[in-house]
């Protein structure tokens, strides 16, 4: 294991294809140092499981700090030292055994609730290619700006033409960033991009599979 060059945790050393779940752990908790959080980052882009994966991390983290705050704020309240740095270490570590353990070992039956997942789209009007994703969970897509800016309209159809959602996108950078609440269902679609004005100025193809 190589010495980071700056503040962090070093990347673990991993075989070729995915990080270790012990790298998405340590990026998951901010612990990585800047050269592995690259590394990991442009993983995620192309990595549709790896981005499952810390988007269930995300949440479990999330929701384990959220329980435990009203208990951390009662203790700091009534003690002269604050216990508050050692928690907030120590429960995010804690969290991801216990997310681990039941992860591992719950019964088949028993599904945890589907996060929200990243689509980076790429294929433009007449590609071959289009992008992928799972049916029933809210997605994030997000698709390049090139010359558009500020708020844009998003439109999904069907393969018959047929509208199944509408939504906001907003421009930051060099990408559109639209968010679908609602589950699609498995076949083909199509993601078009307007102007406020109506102008349609890009559309992707996404297909959508069942998971």
């Known amino acids: ?20 779940p012990d790298t998405l752990e340590l990026y998951c ?15 995620l882009l192309i990595c549709h499981t790896c981005q499952d994966q810390l988007a269930e991390l995300d949440q479990f983290v999330t ?14 309240e009534s003690s002269a030292w604050t ?12 969290a991801l055994v216990a997310f681990t353990a039941y992860y591992s070992f719950r ?21 071959k290619l289009s992008a992928k994703a799972g049916a029933d969970r809210p997605l994030r ?5 090139e010359d558009m800016t500020g708020t844009v309209e998003g439109r999904l159809v069907n393969s018959t033409g047929a509208e199944i959602w509408r939504g906001p996108g907003v421009v930051e950078g060099s990408r559109i960033t639209l968010r679908v609440n609602t589950g699609l269902d498995p076949g083909r ?3 078009r991009i307007f102007t406020p004005g109506g102008e349609l100025r890009r559309e992707f193809a996404l297909d959508v599979e069942p998971q």
Do not use: C, K, Y
């Not at 908790?29 to 993983?43: I, K, N, P, T, Y």
């Not at 929701?63 to 700091?76: D, K, M, T, V, W």
């Not at 929200?116 to 433009?124: P, W, Y």
């Not at 897509?141 to 700006?145: F, K, Q, S, W």
């Open 29 to 43: 908790l901010g612990r990585l140092d800047d050269a592995g959080s690259a590394v990991v980052e442009e993983h």
């Open 107 to 127: 019964p088949p039956h028993m599904a945890i609730p589907r996060p929200e997942q990243t689509i980076v789209l790429e294929s433009l009007r007449g590609a």
């Open 1 to 20: 294991m190589s010495t980071p060059p700056s503040g962090g945790e070093p990347l673990p050393r991993a075989p070729r294809g995915h990080p270790p």
């Open 189 to 191: 679609v199509w993601l």
């Open 63 to 76: 929701s384990f700090r959220a329980a435990s705050q009203p208990e951390a704020q009662r203790r700091a």
């Open 83 to 94: 216990w508050q740095p050692i928690l907030n270490w120590a429960l995010p570590a804690v």
């Open 141 to 145: 897509l997000l698709a390049p700006a």
